[in-house]
């Protein structure tokens, strides 16, 4: 973090400034206090940090920003620390004049993300989103990790309510947005895929009226937003609907995939170190944000081929003679496709086995959705499927009579069954949303 002045912070947040001083780092974490720094305390359902301001104050920091004045200590007092956070991430964020793209969507948005810090790396060194940290709290603390140094920068945007996203792009200010597309996920507090998209284009917020969007014509929600928005809208296609940038010939082998990319009138061919068309459009949205930020096509390709899949986000590996894909990060009917599509189009020596367990999240609509997985099943070319949890057993409703299916709400028991029936050549996918924790029958099965 560059240097701000307390001064500077206070008259930000419209508060009193305690004392004259020189920040080189936030912190709302008493473990991890260098010299200048100042302490932010959060209130979060679990903890309070106004619990440790004294104790950050002796071990270091020059003052905190609280809701309440604590007694004799150096305090910037506002209304809502949270909020703080976000103001102080925007006054920082408006030190750097770069491309800054913010990137949201129902499913894939962190795979997008990554493409996108691939493919500007190629020409600028581009700070990322790191592991999880896309909600209120960890996208203003990625923004404040910007130096000089820093070329560009990719903030990935999630959100479970209204309002969110609205906080978060108006911190951040992106000069490019992006949207992967809408499903199903958090339906349960946003009501409907139309909700859905209303909380997703709050990213436009805190934009320029002539930033662009990029975004997804192959979604039926989205796909009209080019002739619904003033500000530019850029889109991408893998089902041939009229597009800016566009995929044909994509072909799939051994975990990686080529395609050729149509843009202006030109063809390209592509490689991406992944599999499934949903990659393809990620890819895609890659490609138009290098363009945007003024790449050239061979810095752009370059950048997608330098992917590598990582962590719980269906990471391809062999273990044991086997083929698995493991996805076990989110689920969404959507996503659930992407993967079951990946496993039927996987050339395989053995069997073809998905492992699938609850999408949760899904309200009301949760019976109806997890029935139409099933469905998906039935179609998707696979031998053996195993439903874990009891939503999933209407995935085994409905996925039709020349699959085997085995269905179990017990981790013991399916790895088990697992272990007695996969074989040399199998591939498997195993997909669920994280809190059914399948990462973990895979170590069972396999090891760390």
């Known amino acids: 973090m560059e240097m701000l002045t307390l001064r500077e912070i206070a008259q930000k947040l419209g508060t009193v400034c305690p004392v004259d001083a020189e920040i080189t780092e936030i912190s709302t974490d008493t473990r991890k206090l260098p010299e200048g720094c100042l302490f932010l305390a959060l209130r979060g359902k679990k903890f309070d940090g106004h619990h440790f301001v004294r104790q950050a104050l002796e071990s270091g920091a020059v003052a905190a920003v609280t809701d309440v004045q604590i007694e004799n200590l150096p305090c910037l007092v506002v209304k809502d620390t949270g909020k703080a956070l976000l103001a102080i991430a925007n006054l920082y964020r408006n030190k750097f004049n770069i491309p800054i793209v913010a990137v949201t969507g129902s499913v894939g948005k962190t795979t997008t993300k990554e493409l996108i810090a691939c493919v500007l790396s190629e020409k600028y060194n581009t700070l990322k989103t790191e592991a999880n940290l896309n909600n209120e709290i960890g996208m203003p603390k990625t923004l404040l990790n910007l130096t000089s140094q820093h070329g560009a920068a990719v903030l990935e945007m999630g959100m479970n309510h209204f309002g969110e996203i609205s906080n978060m792009t108006n911190s951040a200010e992106p000069t490019i947005a992006v949207i992967t597309n809408i499903g199903f996920s958090h339906v349960e507090n946003l009501g409907s895929q139309e909700g859905i998209k209303k909380a997703k284009l709050e990213i436009l917020e805190g934009m320029k009226a002539d930033a662009p969007l990029v975004t997804n014509a192959d979604d039926k929600l989205l796909c009209t937003l080019k002739s619904e928005l003033s500000r530019p809208v850029y889109t991408f296609s893998t089902q041939g609907n009229p597009a800016d940038v566009s995929a044909e010939d994509i072909k799939e082998e051994n975990g990686v995939t080529t395609f050729t990319i149509c843009h202006d009138g030109k063809k ?181």
Do not use: W
């Open 268 to 448: 390209s061919l592509a490689v991406l170190p992944a599999v499934g068309e949903h990659n393809v459009k990620n890819a895609l949205a890659a490609y138009l944000v290098g363009t945007l930020a003024g790449m050239n096509e061979q810095e752009i390709l370059c950048g997608l081929a330098k992917y590598q899949p990582t962590g719980m986000r269906q990471n391809i590996m062999e273990k044991n003679g086997q083929i698995i894909i493991a996805d076990c990060y989110n689920a969404s009917p959507d996503s659930m496709q992407a993967g079951l599509n990946v496993l039927g189009n996987y050339l395989a020596d053995g069997r073809k086995i998905a492992v699938l367990g609850d999408m949760l999240e899904l309200g009301k609509m949760s019976e109806t959705l997890h029935s139409r997985v099933g469905e998906m099943v039935k179609n998707a070319g696979i031998d053996m499927l195993f439903c874990y949890g009891t939503e999933s057993r209407k995935i085994a409703e409905h996925a039709g009579e020349k699959v085997q299916i085995f269905c179990t709400d017990s981790p013991e028991i399916l790895t088990q069954k697992l272990r007695e029936t996969v074989q040399e050549g199998d591939v498997l996918l195993f997909k669920a949303s994280h809190g059914m924790h399948l990462e973990n029958i895979i170590t069972n099965l396999y090891g760390a």
